[in-house]
């Protein structure tokens, strides 16, 4: 079986990266370890252990690289957060103060909001229609 295990999200700070994506995004912070060169391998993932899938937060390294934090898809909904239970993570989310770039929709693939991260990333709230 293959799958796609992490996905690597360039970041201007590792610490404040992972505040946001566990406190505001309720992810679990699954790896923090340091690295020969400085740097840290850390990944967060949104599901319980072994759920699979994963972001690995990634310190821009150069001008090239920190160019991209925030913009990693040339603006579009690059990353796709499903949930179980729409309401609940929305309301949640917003408490947390995740800025929604919208209100909820209600498509016949399912209920819907866009959303950025700390960086200005955007991603889809989802909860698929049965």
Known sequence: ????????????D?????RFYTEALGFRLAEDE?????????????????AGGG???ARGKNEAQRARVGDQTGGRVGFFLHTDDF????????AAGVTFLEEPRHEPYGSVAVFQD??????DL???AV
């Not at 340091?34 to 993932?45: L, M, N």
């Not at 309401?87 to 917003?94: I, S, T």
């Not at 700390?118 to 991603?123: E, S």
């Open 34 to 50: 340091p690295r020969p060169d400085g740097s840290r391998w850390v990944v967060v993932e949104p599901g319980p252990e072994g």
């Open 1 to 12: 079986m293959r799958r796609i295990a992490l996905v690597t999200l360039v970041v201007d």
């Open 55 to 57: 972001l690995l937060l």
């Open 87 to 94: 309401a609940r993570d929305h309301a949640r989310m917003r």
């Open 126 to 128: 989802l909860q698929p």
């Open 118 to 123: 700390l960086y200005g990333n955007r991603w």
């Open 14 to 18: 590792y610490d404040e990266a992972i």
